[in-house]
């Protein structure tokens, strides 16, 4: 199975400034098999990015993704109120596995 | 577009079981692929499994495995999750959720799980 190891635990930030969040995998996998979610509190996650580095309909350009094998991140440009969140990876294996969260909030 | 609507909140004693549905509106059940995904209060997300139900096909977390049953009813396209010998760290959000590309692109409501004597 699968571990995935996200980083930072908690990224303090201000609007504007940007955002570089990073999963790691225990081992090497398909960037087809990554993706990235948003969760606000109460409410259940929506995807951002699949495929390690395509847009979900409606997401905003300010989000980015990028990387391969072990290391992939996810990139949020410049801040919006709207982003402070908790974002989650997710390999999409057998079974399935997520990366434990970063929270990003307002610095 | 696809909709999932799940049952209502439970409480449950510890030893029992819990089925949590998932109707599907706006789609075919049978042209979709289900997680199950979980959340306990304060924690992060938990994937459960995994049901293919055009190849009746299940996958499941290791930890889950011999108490987790995924199921799912073509002709009222309604998918379910039955999770037996409930312990209190069973306390959670379970949500079921539709995949695609390889991702999860739609999330149900969630349905809230309470263990407790």
């Known amino acids: 199975e699968i571990v995935l190891t996200q980083s930072p635990g908690t990224l303090s930030l201000s609007p504007g400034e940007r955002a570089t969040l990073s999963c790691r995998a225990s081992q090497s996998v398909s960037s087809d098999s990554l993706s990235w979610y948003q969760q606000k509190p109460g409410q259940a996650p929506t995807l951002l990015l699949y495929?390690?580095?395509r847009r979900a309909p409606d997401i905003p350009d300010r989000f980015s993704g990028g990387g391969s094998g072990t290391d992939f991140t996810l990139t949020i440009s410049r801040l919006e109120p709207e982003d402070f969140a908790v974002y989650y990876c997710l390999h999409y294996g057998t079974p399935g596995t997520f990366g434990q969260g970063t929270k990003v909030e307002v610095k | 577009q696809v909709q999932l609507v799940q049952s209502g909140s439970e409480v449950k004693n510890p030893g029992s079981s819990v089925k949590v549905s998932c109707q599907v509106s706006g789609g075919s059940l049978s042209t979709y692929t289900f997680a199950w995904v979980r959340q306990a209060p304060g924690r992060g997300l938990e994937w459960v499994g995994r049901i293919i139900p055009i190849l009746a096909l299940t996958d499941y977390t290791q930890k889950f495995q011999g108490r987790i049953t995924l199921t799912a009813d073509k002709s009222t396209g309604t998918a379910y999750m039955t999770l037996s010998r409930l312990e209190s760290e069973d306390t959670a959000m379970y949500y079921c959720?539709?995949?695609?590309?390889?991702?999860?692109?739609?999330w149900g409501q969630g349905t809230l799980v309470t263990v407790s004597s």
């Open positions: 495929g390690a580095s």
């Open positions: 959720a539709r995949e695609e590309a390889r991702a999860i692109v739609e």
